[in-house]
């Protein structure tokens, strides 16, 4: 047992890379090879064309570059899928 954990705490932190693999397992690797044009897409919105769009705004309503490189990256992180 993990020293300094409840009993609780610690399934939580056992279950943890489960749920990772849960996810991971959940990735259909073969139906992104069917559809590269939209997967494609997909990339270059988010990785590109979005981040373009927020410096724009950025550069607009006069933010100092600072915040507007951490508004660019927090908008390239990718999210959860079920959040």
């Known amino acids: 047992m ?4 409840s009993r609780h705490n610690t399934s939580i932190a056992l279950a943890l890379p489960i749920v990772f693999l849960r996810v ?3 990735i259909r690797v073969k139906a992104m ?17 979005f981040p373009a769009v927020i410096a724009a705004t950025a550069m607009a309503i006069g933010l100092n570059s600072q915040v507007a490189m951490i508004a660019m ?9 079920g959040a």
């Open 33 to 49: 090879r069917a559809s590269v044009l939209p997967t494609l897409l997909s990339i270059i919105g988010k990785m590109l064309l």
């Open 24 to 26: 991971g397992a959940n």
């Open 73 to 81: 990256i927090f908008e390239a992180v990718p999210t959860a899928a």
């Open 2 to 5: 993990l020293q300094g954990c």
